[in-house]
């Protein structure tokens, strides 16, 4: 297999546990955000995003969290499942019409049976 | 989202030689992008690729070493050339759609 996520911190939960993944990012001109998910052999699949001017969405078992006073960003996944064992990534760009984006440096979920 | 293929899906290549990779969106798009995610690390972006203008690449990627083609709304090209086994990575394409950037499955690319 490929070696994405090698080196990056591991998140281990037990199946049916909910998580959450922090991210911190520095710019604070930054206005959008972007939660992907990566899995062996494949490209970042978009799970869920965020404009600043809100602090809370939901999605389907998905919530992403922002905080812009101290720059921080978090994924919760309710009821973890085994088929959400990835590296998930988040991501940030600025409304400059810059359209670009600004990747963190990534988690590894790994779900327990 | 968006249907976005890659070709070649992954490739071996020896030292000093030139490889050509695809990126085909399924629908036009103004903006396309290339990143690398080299082994174990996240995604740093090469460069943006407008349709009709020269690509705009960032600190540390030259068009010499990364050309890049985008000759319709649809379709890019990007070459890794002289390549060494540095360059070996992921390289993937992503397009803009409805404020929200689509990744393509990237290219795995070994140099030997």
Redesign the interface.
């Given at each position: 297999g490929?070696?994405?996520?090698?080196?990056?911190p591991t998140l281990s939960v037990q199946e049916g546990d909910n998580s959450i993944i922090n991210c911190a990012y520095s710019n604070s001109a930054s206005d959008?955000f972007?939660w992907?998910k990566q899995e062996s052999g494949?490209?970042?699949?978009?799970i869920i995003?965020i404009r600043s001017n809100m602090d809370k969405r939901q999605g389907q078992r998905v919530t992403v969290l922002l905080n812009k006073t101290v720059k921080h960003l978090s994924l919760q996944i309710a009821a973890t499942q085994p088929g959400d064992s990835a590296v998930y990534?988040c991501?940030e760009r600025e409304d400059t019409g810059r359209?670009?984006?600004?990747?963190?440096?990534?988690t590894r979920l790994q779900v327990q049976p | 989202s968006a249907v976005i293929s890659q070709k070649p899906s992954r490739d071996i290549c020896q030292r000093g030689t030139s490889l050509t990779i695809q990126c085909q969106v399924d629908s036009q798009v103004t903006m396309m992008f290339w990143y690398r995610q080299q082994p174990g690390q996240s995604l740093t972006l090469i460069a943006t690729a407008n349709q009709g203008s020269e690509a705009t690449y960032e600190s540390g990627f030259v068009i010499d070493k990364f050309p890049i083609s985008r000759p319709n709304l649809t379709f890019s090209t990007l070459t890794v050339s002289n390549m060494s086994p540095e360059d070996s990575s992921i390289y993937l394409c992503s397009v803009d759609r409805r404020e929200t950037q689509y990744f393509g499955p990237g290219t795995r690319l070994l140099v030997l």
């Open positions: 490929e070696s994405v996520g090698l080196h990056l959008y972007i992907y494949k490209g970042p699949q978009f995003d990534f991501a359209r670009a984006l600004t990747f963190g440096s990534g | -």
